[in-house]
């Protein structure tokens, strides 16, 4: 059974930086594709970054230059930097992993609130 939990969410000023993390279970990580999505109150979810199993990475043009996705293979987690944090980033930011026969697993989320 694929489980993925999210961390790290919380209240920050604008300006201000989080570090989201995603721990991961049940599924052959190396290989996996994973992502980090969001959704703000009234709008749908979103791609925020996503990183291949080989490590390539691509970003929302929203976030590009502000936030860095990652990968740890070993501790299974995958990494969200947000710095430069702005009042629109407030959302709930979920965890994908998509393994290689193609299904997608989602974490329960973790909420970011960004003050301005």
Sequence with gaps: QVQLVESG???????GSLRLS??????????SALGWYRQAPGKQRELV???TSGGRTNYADSVKGRFTISRDNVKRTVYLQMNSLKP?????YYC??????????????TLVTVSS
Excluded: R
Excluded at 9 to 15: D, H, P, S, T, Y
Excluded at 22 to 31: K, Q, V
Excluded at 96 to 109: I, Q, S, V
């Design 22 to 31: 995603c721990a991961t279970s049940g599924s052959i990580f190396s290989l």
């Design 49 to 51: 970054a996503g990183i």
């Design 9 to 15: 969410g919380g209240l920050v000023q604008a300006g």
């Design 88 to 92: 629109e980033d407030t959302a709930v």
């Design 96 to 109: 994908n992993l998509e393994d290689n026969d193609g299904m997608a697993y989602w974490g329960k989320g």
